[in-house]
C-alpha cells in the first residue's frame, strides 16, 4: 500500500502562484510515475501534469508554461508549481502515484478568484 498526503491548496486571485506538495509513504518503489490531475465537479477527473523517477515530464496543453511539475526522490515528494493562475483552473487536485496500479491523494481545493 502507498499513502499519499498532500498540502498547498488554497484560495488565490488570478495571476498569482500556488506550490502543491504531495509525499508518498509505504510501500515505494524506485521506479514509480508521480503526478498530479485535477477535477471539477460534473467532469472527469483530468491529467495536469505527471513526471517519472527519471525525471520525464507531460503536461496537459492547458498548463504548459504556467505549471512546472517536479520531484524529489530521496523523499518521495512530488510538486507542483503553479504560475499565472486562471479562474478555469480551479478544481481539486489529487496527487497521483503509479506502478501500474494507480494510489490517489485525498485531494486540495484550489480557487482561483477575484
Known amino acids: 500500500q502507498v499513502q499519499l498526503v498532500e498540502s498547498g491548496g488554497g484560495l488565490v486571485q488570478p495571476g498569482e502562484s500556488l506550490r502543491l506538495s504531495c509525499a508518498a509513504s509505504g510501500s515505494i518503489f524506485s521506479f514509480n510515475t508521480m503526478g498530479w490531475y485535477r477535477q471539477v465537479p460534473g467532469k472527469e477527473r483530468e491529467l495536469v501534469a505527471v513526471i517519472t523517477s527519471g525525471g520525464t515530464t507531460n503536461y496537459a496543453d492547458s498548463v504548459k508554461g504556467r505549471f512546472t511539475i517536479s520531484r524529489h526522490n530521496t523523499k518521495n515528494t512530488v510538486y507542483l508549481q503553479m504560475n499565472s493562475l486562471k479562474p478555469e483552473d480551479t478544481a481539486v487536485y489529487y496527487c497521483?502515484?503509479?506502478?501500474?496500479?494507480?494510489?490517489w491523494g485525498q485531494g486540495t481545493q484550489v480557487t482561483v478568484s477575484s
Open positions: 497521483l502515484y503509479t506502478l501500474g496500479v494507480n494510489y
